[in-house]
């Protein structure tokens, strides 16, 4: 005899909350399991193996390797050599990653103004030769740095750095990944000398701040758009990493830059899917991207964009919006191949 007079098929014992979900409109989307997508800054060559697995094991299908962080480059100040060698090793690995893990890399590679570099000309010199490669789609990361590790580097000659990657990467019809300073919260108070744990810097020596005001972090962004103009290169060939609560409305408001949300760190930032979600709302799909900036010297999670992806369903935005945000504006920005996904 049926238990649950309201089901009589039911063998319960008595009503679950089975019984009471029939009209739930909640259709799980089961597409989102294997929707292809990119992640278009990382540098995931400074991972380990695993951990590069583990983007191909969550469906990662192609990503930007950047190569040009200060972070890989033990001289201060650094000089044009040792930038030089950040890039040959990421073309050394490319196409080893690529066959170990399956998904397609495409390469950036970029003078960051992070640190002081003492013949920048020299450097400039030499990426006009790697600008011909077909693995490199895009230049970056750089852009203005309001305040610089171990040794200041003036803002005029930051500016004429960032400026020329920028007219190269218009002659050579490349995107340009810019590094976007986040507006960062005062985190807990932690003991004296261990810096800031999750983050493998001698923390101690950041200088003072060279671009000061109200918003450092934001003038810094539309400094890059003013020498943008003034290199020719159009703002929708501009993908502008770090988007931030204290930079979105900037960026897709009053530019036509794409912004990138790097979802990878939380802890540090405070951006997650929330913010994307908000953006998307607010602008729409058409210039969001998101990225996970993994790197070997910060504590960052390699499925943070996975993850969105269900949280940005979560919220409220469609498959097909999350598609495009995820896949086809990567695809389409940095070349990436379309296979039928
Ligand atoms: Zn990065």
Same mark, same amino acid.
């Given at each position: 005899?049926?238990?649950?007079?309201?089901?009589?098929?039911?063998?319960?014992?008595?009503?679950?909350?089975?019984?009471?979900?029939?009209?739930?409109?909640?259709?799980?989307?089961?597409?989102?399991?294997?929707?292809?997508? =990119?992640?278009?800054?990382?540098h995931a060559h400074t991972l380990s193996w695993e951990d590069r697995e583990r983007y191909a094991i969550s469906g990662c299908r192609a990503m930007v390797l950047v190569a040009s962080g200060y972070h890989w480059t033990p001289y201060k100040p650094v000089d044009?050599?040792?930038?030089?060698?950040?890039?040959?090793?990421?073309?050394?690995?490319?196409?080893?990653?690529?066959?170990?893990?399956?998904?397609?890399?495409?390469?950036?590679?970029?003078?960051?103004?992070g640190v002081r570099i003492t013949n920048p000309d020299d450097l400039l010199a030499l990426m006009e030769e790697y600008c011909e490669l077909d693995e490199v789609v895009a230049l970056g990361e750089t852009g203005i740095t309001p305040a610089?590790? =171990?040794?200041?580097?003036?803002?005029?000659?930051?500016?004429?750095?960032?400026?020329?990657?920028m007219e190269l990467a218009d002659t050579y019809? &490349?995107?340009?990944? &810019?590094?976007?300073?986040?507006?960062?919260?005062?985190?807990?108070?932690?003991?004296?000398g261990v810096g800031l744990p999750g983050f493998e810097s001698n923390t101690s020596l950041g200088q003072d701040?060279? &671009?000061?005001?109200?918003?450092?972090?934001?003038? #810094?962004?539309?400094?890059?758009?003013?020498?943008? =103009?003034d290199a020719g290169l159009a703002e929708e060939r501009i993908v502008a990493s770090h988007a931030d609560s204290n930079n979105v409305d900037y960026l897709l408001?009053?530019?036509?830059?794409?912004?990138?949300?790097?979802?990878?760190?939380?802890? &540090?930032?405070?951006?997650?899917?929330?913010?994307? #979600?908000?953006?998307?709302?607010?602008?729409?799909?058409?210039?969001?991207?998101m990225d996970t900036d993994c790197a070997n010297i910060l504590k960052t999670d390699v499925f943070s964009v996975k993850k969105a992806i269900f949280e940005l369903y979560r919220l409220g935005i469609?498959?097909?919006?999350?598609?495009?945000?995820?896949?086809?504006?990567?695809?389409?920005?940095?070349?990436?191949?379309?296979?039928?996904?």
């Open positions: 005899m049926p238990s649950d007079p309201s089901h009589p098929t039911s063998p319960t014992r008595r009503p679950t909350d089975e019984a009471y979900l029939d009209d739930d409109p909640f259709d799980p989307p089961s597409s989102l399991l294997t929707l292809p997508w =990119a992640d278009c800054h990382n044009a050599a040792d930038v030089q060698f950040l890039w040959d090793d990421v073309v050394n690995r490319r196409r080893a990653i690529e066959r170990n893990h399956f998904f397609e890399t495409g390469l950036a590679l970029g003078i960051h103004t610089q590790h =171990a040794e200041s580097w003036g803002l005029d000659e930051q500016r004429a750095v960032v400026q020329a990657q019809d &490349l995107p340009v990944l &810019l590094h976007t300073p986040n507006q960062i919260e005062d985190g807990p108070d932690y003991r004296p701040l060279v &671009l000061t005001g109200d918003n450092p972090e934001l003038e #810094a962004v539309k400094m890059d758009v003013e020498a943008a =103009a408001g009053e530019t036509d830059c794409y912004a990138s949300f790097t979802v990878g760190y939380p802890w &540090l930032t405070g951006v997650t899917a929330t913010d994307v #979600a908000e953006a998307i709302h607010e602008y729409g799909p058409d210039r969001v991207l469609d498959v097909d919006d999350i598609r495009q945000v995820v896949w086809e504006n990567p695809r389409r920005l940095f070349g990436f191949e379309d296979q039928d996904y």
